[in-house]
């Protein structure tokens, strides 16, 4: 287990590594890229906190995503507010919004619970859909991004705002790493496994649970933040149930409940996504096969192949070395 833990840190640093070095040599398109795939990695860990540990599959997580960028939007170009207090202050009310919805949600589970998440997604879509104030179904537009001037980075640059991403999205997975090594976190695994068993030993399992979808809805709440200051412009499809079904596909793609797992699936999906683009316009057809062939090999997504290979290699080493033991022992007897 030990040594399980310590393949997924690398693999993340491996991760970390690549998207730095894919920044060092990208274009503006590159740019682009990056942040997309930033900000899906953060929305994707998000879920992943009540999908993956706590056994919460929502539908209508993108609710809060979207919720996010509007909040953003709606402080920074209608109050005027500088961005960075927009974002703070959109980032908590997101999670207070996310606290109220998991307190009713978390009564029921299983279909109930995706049913309900999704018809409470569906709502949210709808009312900024038909929210004149907001753009409606026009969007909304003229969102300015985060100023750091005062320490010489201007995120108006396409290649210092992939960065900014990057960064943001390293921290959120340093973080969220932490409180799941925590007695927290723990607990939300057992959720995962077996709810009852918690019950019967006393925990308010429910209360754990609202924390966590709590917990994930100011996460993405964030990230709506950070794809409305990448794109300047927002519209309500960033609440719609199919965004929430693209994050979940990202989460089962690179392994459920791993949080490096998620990262891997959003950058694998938004770069399938625009590489399959370019060649066929049937992109969608072929990455379906190839999710499905990922999901029908029996392993947690990519994450389960890489782990899968490396217990091979790293067996097989070991294996090996045992051999090499034996045969200096019975040389030397």
């Given at each position: 287990?030990?040594?399980?833990?310590?393949?997924?840190?690398?693999?993340?640093?491996?991760?970390?590594?690549?998207?730095?070095?894919?920044?060092?040599?990208?274009?503006?398109?590159?740019?682009?890229?990056?942040?997309?795939?930033?900000?899906?990695?953060?929305?994707?860990?998000?879920?992943?906190?009540?999908?993956?540990?706590?056994?919460?599959?929502?539908?209508?997580?993108?609710?809060?995503?979207?919720?996010?960028?509007?909040?953003?939007?709606?402080?920074?170009?209608?109050?005027?507010?500088?961005?960075?207090?927009?974002?703070?202050?959109?980032?908590?009310?997101?999670?207070?919004?996310?606290?109220?919805?998991?307190?009713?949600?978390?009564?029921?589970q299983g279909?109930?619970?995706?049913?309900?998440?999704?018809?409470?997604?569906?709502?949210?879509?709808?009312?900024?859909?038909?929210?004149?104030t907001l753009?409606?179904?026009?969007?909304?537009?003229?969102?300015?991004?985060?100023?750091?001037?005062?320490?010489?980075?201007?995120?108006?640059?396409?290649?210092?705002?992939?960065?900014?991403?990057?960064?943001?999205?390293?921290?959120?997975?340093?973080?969220?790493?932490?409180?799941?090594?925590?007695?927290?976190?723990?607990?939300?695994?057992?959720?995962?496994?077996?709810?009852?068993?918690?019950?019967?030993?006393?925990?308010?399992?429910?209360?754990?649970?609202?924390?966590?979808?709590?917990?994930?809805?100011?996460?993405?709440?964030?990230?709506?933040?950070?794809?409305?200051?990448?794109?300047?412009?927002?519209?309500?499809?960033?609440?719609?149930?199919?965004?929430?079904?693209?994050?979940?596909?990202?989460?089962?793609?690179?392994?459920?409940?791993?949080?490096?797992?998620?990262?891997?699936g959003a950058?694998?999906?938004?770069?399938?996504?625009?590489?399959?683009?370019?060649?066929?316009?049937?992109?969608?057809?072929?990455?379906?096969?190839?999710?499905?062939?990922?999901?029908?090999?029996?392993?947690?997504?990519?994450?389960?192949?890489?782990?899968?290979?490396?217990?091979?290699?790293?067996?097989?080493?070991?294996?090996?070395?045992?051999?090499?033991?034996?045969?200096?022992?019975?040389?030397?007897?």
């Amino acid at each position: 287990m030990e040594q399980r833990r310590l393949f997924r840190q690398v693999l993340a640093f491996l991760v970390l590594l690549a998207m730095v070095g894919y920044w060092s040599q990208a274009d503006y398109f590159g740019f682009e890229i990056i942040a997309e795939i930033g900000v899906f990695a953060i929305l994707a860990m998000s879920l992943d906190i009540i999908a993956g540990y706590a056994g919460l599959v929502s539908l209508g997580h993108a609710a809060l995503f979207g919720t996010g960028a509007y909040l953003l939007a709606y402080f920074s170009v209608v109050l005027e507010w500088p961005v960075w207090l927009a974002m703070a202050t959109s980032t908590a009310l997101t999670g207070l919004i996310a606290l109220i919805v998991g307190s009713v949600v978390t009564r029921v589970q299983g279909i109930f619970f995706i049913m309900i998440t999704l018809a409470i997604g569906e709502m949210g879509y709808e009312f900024f859909f038909q929210n004149r104030t907001l753009g409606g179904d026009d969007g909304f537009a003229g969102i300015d991004r985060l100023d750091l001037g005062f320490i010489g980075v201007d995120l108006m640059d396409p290649a210092s705002f992939a960065l900014f991403v990057i960064v943001a999205a390293a921290v959120i997975y340093l973080l969220l790493l932490r409180l799941l090594a925590s007695p927290y976190g723990k607990v939300l695994a057992g959720l995962h496994d077996n709810p009852g068993r918690l019950r019967a030993l006393g925990l308010p399992v429910r209360a754990y649970q609202t924390s966590a979808f709590a917990l994930s809805g100011m996460i993405a709440g964030f990230a709506g933040t950070l794809t409305a200051q990448h794109t300047l412009f927002i519209s309500p499809n960033l609440l719609h149930w199919t965004t929430s079904g693209e994050v979940l596909v990202m989460i089962i793609l690179g392994g459920l409940g791993t949080l490096v797992g998620p990262v891997i699936g959003a950058a694998t999906l938004v770069l399938l996504r625009h590489e399959l683009s370019e060649y066929t316009q049937y992109w969608g057809f072929w990455m379906g096969l190839f999710l499905i062939a990922i999901v029908l090999g029996g392993r947690n997504g990519l994450l389960g192949w890489l782990e899968w290979g490396w217990d091979l290699v790293s067996g097989k080493t070991r294996r090996d070395a045992l051999a090499a033991a034996k045969e200096a022992d019975d040389a030397a007897s």
